[in-house]
């Protein structure tokens, strides 16, 4: 688990808002996590979540004092489209940030599946359940018809379980109970961090439900 323990996200106390400059810090090394799903159908994933990340940069960086957490940073777009009146949230970090949350909860929803056990019992060693669950609870929704056949086709080609693993291990054969342990303690602080992004969105009624 060395890939995600090494920049393992700040602990997020209940109520405590996201500092934007340590949530960034701690995202950026997340794109490398899906070279390890191995089929390159994943790539525009990891390249949607490499190309969020560098937009929400960009704005923090306009006003790191003032957009000091996401908070801050969304309701300051809100407010400014609302004196321009403009749109929003359809664009700025406001949008880089619901597409981020969005590729973090398939991260979160498929690290979390093979914690819990989930498997095909007939195949166990495969991921094509886990990479079906985190794409449902995640992206599948917000895609139109032929971008969700072609993932349809990249989970069914997801990584064998115990390939997942050595990859996420950088290559080290790691137990696997050993490295499902890792990715526990690596949950413990990166669920609560997309959690309180929806949650933020959610009370700010920043969602949209727009298919990609």
């Not at 929003?88 to 619901?98: D, E, F, I, Q, V």
Request: glycine share 6%; net charge negative.
């Amino acid at each position: 688990m060395a890939l995600l323990l090494e920049h393992e996200f700040p602990e997020l106390l209940a109520g405590q808002e996201v500092s934007t400059a340590r949530f960034l810090d701690s995202v950026q090394h997340i794109p490398p996590f899906f070279d390890c799903l191995g089929s390159t159908v994943f790539m525009p994933i990891k390249s949607d979540v490499s190309g969020n990340i560098e937009k929400l940069r960009a704005v923090y960086l306009t006003d790191p004092v003032r957009l000091c957490t996401l908070r801050e940073l969304v309701t300051h777009e809100r407010d400014a489209a609302s004196a321009a009146g403009s749109e929003w949230p359809r664009s700025g970090a406001t949008l880089a940030l619901m597409w981020l949350k969005r590729g973090l909860r398939f991260i979160q929803t498929l690290l979390q599946s093979l914690v819990d056990g989930v498997r095909d019992e007939r195949h166990p060693d495969h991921m094509t359940v886990n990479a079906t669950l985190a794409y449902g609870a995640s992206l599948r929704r917000y895609h139109g018809w032929l971008v969700q056949k072609v993932f349809s086709a990249a989970v069914h080609g997801a990584p064998y379980r115990s390939d997942f693993l050595r990859a996420l291990s950088k290559g080290a054969a790691v137990p696997e109970a050993l490295c499902l342990e890792q990715v526990a303690l690596f949950l413990r602080h990166f669920t609560p961090h997309v959690d309180a992004i929806y949650s933020l969105y959610d009370e700010l009624g920043a969602e949209l439900d727009y298919t990609a």
